[in-house]
């Protein structure tokens, strides 16, 4: 089936430190990606995309390449700021609505 | 401000009663979802719309019944809340279903209770 599995949090660092939040996801063809980020009170909002293999988003000193070969679309930051502390949703598009994962929640401390 | 409108943001119910949500977007949007979030199960897609006049069901719909009877509002029932129910409520919308420009533009969320 079609699903998008993260990696467990919640995730704790401190500030400046580098981030990896693991994505894979499983589906026909070849679906575009998403990273969404939810502050705390807030809904979900888009942070970054790709919408083919190789394709890198970027958005807010974060990153994520589509790489086709792992099924996989990490999200990465070279050096997290306290304001950074929210969920991190990934997703992937298909047939229907978008399919999120279970989102991780990530806290920066100072 | 334009964007997707969710009311009420807080809500107690008791068990049997009804409830309607509503959700509200001023962006022409043709898609229009709402999804409950729970810990440690993430979003989850109860119905969805791809135009006026339609719905579909998600993920999990049981429990819940939608209205689309004007492109701008989505409506979200519950006839008989149960405890289960208890989970914060988001509506999104998109202009194209899965809009890869602009991504879904979220609500701010309605959080239910029910005892």
């Known amino acids: 089936g079609n699903s998008v599995t993260q990696m467990e949090g919640p995730v704790t660092l401190s500030e400046e430190a580098f981030l990896t939040i693991n994505c894979t996801y499983t589906?026909?063809?070849?679906?575009?990606l998403f990273w969404y980020v939810q502050y705390p009170g807030e809904g979900l909002q888009l942070l970054l995309k790709?919408?083919?293999?190789?394709d890198k988003g970027s958005n807010k000193g974060f990153e994520a390449t589509y790489r086709k070969e792992t099924t996989s679309f990490h999200l990465e930051k070279g050096s997290v700021q306290v304001s950074d502390s929210a969920v991190y949703f990934c997703?992937?598009?298909?047939?229907?609505?978008?399919?999120f994962g279970k989102g991780t929640r990530l806290s920066v401390i100072a | 401000n334009a964007g997707v409108t969710q009311t009420p943001k807080f809500r107690v119910l008791k068990t049997g009663q009804s409830m309607t949500l509503l959700c509200a977007q001023d962006?022409?949007?043709?898609?229009m979802y709402w999804y409950r979030q729970d810990p440690g199960m993430g979003l989850r897609l109860i119905h969805y719309?791809?135009?006026?006049?339609?719905?579909a069901k998600g993920e999990v719909p049981d429990g819940y019944n939608v209205s689309r009877l004007k492109k701008q509002n989505f409506l979200l029932g519950l006839e008989s809340a149960a405890p289960s129910q208890t989970s914060v409520y988001f509506c999104?919308?998109?202009?194209?279903?899965?809009?890869?420009?602009?991504?879904?533009?979220f609500g701010s969320g309605t959080r239910l209770t029910v005892v």
């Open positions: 790709a919408t083919k293999a190789d």
């Open positions: 719309s791809v135009g006026e006049g339609t719905t």
């Open positions: 589906a026909t063809g070849y679906p575009s």
């Open positions: 997703a992937r598009s298909g047939n229907t609505p978008l399919v």
């Open positions: 962006m022409n949007h043709e898609y």
């Open positions: 999104a919308s998109s202009l194209t279903g899965t809009d890869e420009l602009y991504g879904y533009t």
